[in-house]
């Protein structure tokens, strides 16, 4: 093991000390998150510089297994998480991850998807678009039901605009691209009872008007809705009781394979065979899907407690399981990043619009370049995560190949640029007690929050923390320790004022366009920064002059040098997703050119294969 990572460890030891100290809670705290994930220091000394190479290559993308297929069967699912799901189980109203992975096996979508995650006719709806006159026009399947058997109809196409567009919705979907939506506005505003751009043709088939269109109609963008809710049942309720109705958290009626049959809240959901499911019913009786901790779960899969994960499996954890004969590891790249967010103002709920706070903290944009270049993600990347992941460069992940920006830098390490940036933005050591003051000369302390997620969490904290101490930054954390998944999320959506920078991830979804997370009306702009630039950049991309290939992918890359040079958001981390399956599990697939449904899925034996090693 080189020199450089010894230091790196000894650093984090000391640290976590100090952390330890800081953290009543211990161990026991409810944990993890997607970026900051539980992980060991195991396999530190398999390669010469610290961490294990992996050829990510080696990594299928199926499985099949040897053996015959039993009839019905219950599929064992881990939820790895360290802190109960939410049990938001609506795609217009869930939140996180945990709930969408549990809803993957009773899924509402309405279409299917290519390669290039471009929208197709091999799903429950079609897609028709008339560019010159701004409309959509949607058409469902006959005979396609509920899983109650309520025949699917036009108004359950529409019961979502409907969910989203009111006053009464606190969800964050409302955004620029759902007020693309004509009338969307004059409906959310109470100036009228529907959406006028919402036209039922026929019992099948739903017309969409927009003020504009773009390529991004043909990924699910431009604001139309890609899933159904029941209208039967959500219609006679209240927008502003939904999200804790029985509809959402208990009595769940799906069009997907598998519907849902007990929930215990936080815990466990079991799924029952959907006979009503389009493609026909199951090949499996039931699924049943447990929360594990991440500090379980390796052990849990080598003992063949279960067939398969919901989620990602942590990368840190790879060398815990790679040479287990009860699995086979299937890998691709994800469509996710994780990022450091840097808090320039706050989201006014009134307006529905990000306002920019003039004298915000971090609002010297060579602070934040400086902080972006003071950390060493690489050996963060090489020492926990097995090279299994790599520094993110750009706010698209590479898996978007037409539009990722192979050209950009980044912010590599190099604390000499740091402390270069920092000198030339006034933040200097004034009283010689290797801190630097601010720009007036007083204490510069900048908080920073970071969501727990076992010990790798808060071993990547602390060596980050040292990067910026390293170049004179007080750095501390945010609450005095690392924060549980769900009050993470709180505290940064409320734009809590203890919170100056902040690291969290996204998984983008299978639409490439950055409206929704970074345009001036989406919610999910956590850092609150906008400015006319950026707006002009975002509605380009979703310009009906975007419809030219060159046009488009050359505002995509704007777009990315733009966010770069302002750092806003700091992208980090590009991340492997691996799937562990056991060999008792048939025509399991992770392939984004697929066609796989949960209908598929078999079982050679309902007990999953325990590992000889």
């Known amino acids: 093991m080189n020199k450089k990572l010894w230091t790196l460890l000894a650093l984090l030891l000391a640290f976590m000390l100090v952390l330890g100290a800081c953290n009543n809670e211990g161990d026991d705290s409810p944990k993890d998150n997607e970026g900051t994930e539980q992980g060991s220091e195991d396999g530190e000394e398999d390669g010469e510089d610290g961490g294990e190479a992996v050829d990510t290559s080696q990594f299928p993308l199926t499985v099949e297994n040897e053996g015959d297929a039993m009839d019905g069967g219950t599929l064992k699912v881990a939820l790895v998480n360290d802190s109960p799901f939410q049990g938001i189980f609506s795609l217009v109203l869930y939140e996180d991850a945990y709930d969408a992975d549990i809803m993957q096996f009773a899924s509402n979508a309405i279409f299917a998807t290519d390669g290039d995650f471009l929208l197709t006719d091999e799903g429950i709806a079609s897609l028709e678009v008339d560019q010159d006159n701004n409309k959509a026009t949607v058409k469902i399947r006959e005979g396609v039901k509920w899983s109650d058997g309520e025949p699917l109809k036009v108004e359950d196409l529409m019961q979502p605009y409907l969910i989203i567009g009111h006053k009464d919705y606190t969800g964050v979907r409302y955004d620029a691209d759902f007020q693309n939506i004509v009338g969307a506005v004059e409906y959310h505003d109470g100036k009228a009872d529907t959406i006028s751009g919402l036209k039922k043709v026929d019992e099948t088939t739903l017309e969409i008007s927009f003020k ?25 309720i209240p927008v502003a009781g939904l999200l804790e109705s029985d509809a959402v958290r208990k009595n769940i009626v799906t069009l997907g394979a598998f519907k849902f049959d007990k929930i215990v809240p936080g815990e466990s959901v079991q799924f029952v065979k959907n006979e009503n499911y389009w493609k026909g019913a199951p090949k499996l009786d039931a699924v049943l899907v447990k929360t594990v901790p991440s500090t379980s779960i390796s052990v849990a899969l080598q003992t063949g407690e279960y067939h398969m994960t919901a989620n ?14 009860n699995l086979t590891i299937l890998g691709r790249k994800e469509l996710y990043y994780q990022y450091i967010g840097f808090k320039l103002g706050k989201y006014d709920m009134e307006k529905s619009e990000v306002v920019m706070d003039p004298n915000a903290k971090m609002g010297d944009v060579k602070l934040r370049q400086a902080m972006g270049y003071a950390i060493d993600v690489e050996q963060v990347s090489e020492v926990y995560y097995n090279n299994l992941r790599e520094r993110a460069t750009s706010l698209i992940p590479p898996v978007f190949a037409s539009f990722y920006d192979d050209t950009l830098e980044g912010y590599s390490y190099d604390v000499d640029k740091a402390n270069a940036l920092l000198d030339e933005a006034g933040y200097k050591d004034v009283d010689g007690d290797g801190l630097r003051e601010n720009k007036d000369g007083k204490p510069l302390e900048i908080k920073f929050a970071t969501m727990s997620g076992g010990d790798i969490a808060e071993d990547i904290a602390s060596f980050y923390l040292q990067n910026w101490k390293d170049v004179g930054l007080n750095v501390t ?57 950026l707006e ?4 380009a991309i979703d310009s009906p002059d975007a419809f030219d290939p060159e046009f488009r992918a050359g505002k995509f890359r704007e777009w990315q040098e733009y966010m770069s040079e302002n750092a806003p958001i700091i992208p980090t981390q590009y991340r492997l997703e691996l799937r562990p399956v056991n060999k008792a599990v048939k025509n399991y697939d992770i392939d984004y050119s697929s066609n ?18």
């Open 477 to 533: 954390l945010a609450t005095g320790r690392t924060i549980e998944f769900n009050s993470f999320y709180d505290k940064v959506q409320a734009d809590d004022p203890e919170i100056d920078i902040f690291m969290a991830a996204w998984g983008t979804g299978t639409n490439p366009s950055p409206s929704g997370l970074y345009s001036k009306t989406a919610q999910y702009n956590f850092s609150r920064y906008t400015s006319e630039k």
């Open 212 to 236: 504009k269109l773009s390529p991004a109609i043909f990924s699910g963008g431009d604001g139309l809705w890609s899933s159904a809710e029941p209208s039967h049942i959500l219609k006679d």
């Open 596 to 613: 796989f449904d949960w209908n598929e899925v078999s079982l050679i034996s309902e007990d999953p294969a325990k590992s000889s090693k």
């Open 312 to 325: 990602t499996f942590s990368t840190d954890k790879y060398l815990e399981i790679k040479d287990f004969d």
């Open 536 to 539: 002009e950049l975002l509605a």
